[in-house]
């Protein structure tokens, strides 16, 4: 099973003061099955260490159907306030949560033409009109 990981700080890069003000929630998107397992979307709930570091086990990603997650964190000080990352696709390999956050991005665009895109956004698809050839486009 994928093991993923990481650290959660504030945008000071600071942990919290007290890491009992939040908790750490992956959640599937739907009901799935793989391996002979019914898989149920319930909360896994994630410990953060005091010095932001986070740890778990997922099912990956290539379910049926497949799969994706939502990262919460939950502040707990009665507040309603709620930081949600969705759509995270989770390889067999697991990973840090920011290189699966990084191989779970969608693309959402297609540059059509015989040169490669300016500026594309990540994940731009580069339909080659020339050679009908169509990439993600990756910059050198």
């Given at each position: 099973m994928?093991v993923?990981?990481?650290?959660?700080?504030d945008?000071?890069?600071?942990?919290?003061?007290?890491w009992?003000?939040v908790?750490?929630?992956f959640r599937?998107d739907?009901?799935a099955?793989?391996?002979?397992?019914?898989?149920a979307?319930?909360?896994?709930v994630?410990p953060?260490d005091?010095n932001g570091?986070?740890e778990t086990?997922?099912?990956h990603?290539?379910?049926?159907?497949?799969?994706?997650?939502?990262?919460?964190v939950?502040w707990l000080?009665?507040?309603?306030?709620?930081?949600?990352?969705?759509?995270?696709?989770?390889?067999?390999?697991?990973?840090?949560?920011?290189?699966?956050?990084?191989k779970?991005?969608?693309?959402l665009s297609?540059?059509a033409?015989?040169?490669?895109?300016?500026n594309p956004?990540?994940g731009?698809?580069?339909?080659?009109?020339?050679t009908?050839?169509?990439?993600?486009?990756?910059?050198?």
């Amino acid at each position: 099973m994928p093991v993923v990981n990481g650290v959660l700080t504030d945008f000071g890069l600071e942990p919290f003061d007290d890491w009992n003000e939040v908790e750490l929630v992956f959640r599937a998107d739907q009901p799935a099955m793989a391996g002979g397992r019914l898989l149920a979307t319930k909360d896994v709930v994630v410990p953060v260490d005091s010095n932001g570091r986070f740890e778990t086990t997922l099912q990956h990603s290539n379910t049926y159907p497949r799969t994706t997650y939502s990262a919460t964190v939950r502040w707990l000080d009665g507040s309603s306030q709620m930081d949600i990352v969705s759509g995270l696709k989770v390889p067999p390999e697991g990973g840090t949560i920011s290189e699966i956050l990084g191989k779970s991005y969608e693309p959402l665009s297609v540059w059509a033409g015989s040169d490669a895109p300016p500026n594309p956004a990540i994940g731009t698809w580069w339909l080659d009109i020339e050679t009908d050839d169509l990439l993600e486009y990756e910059p050198d």
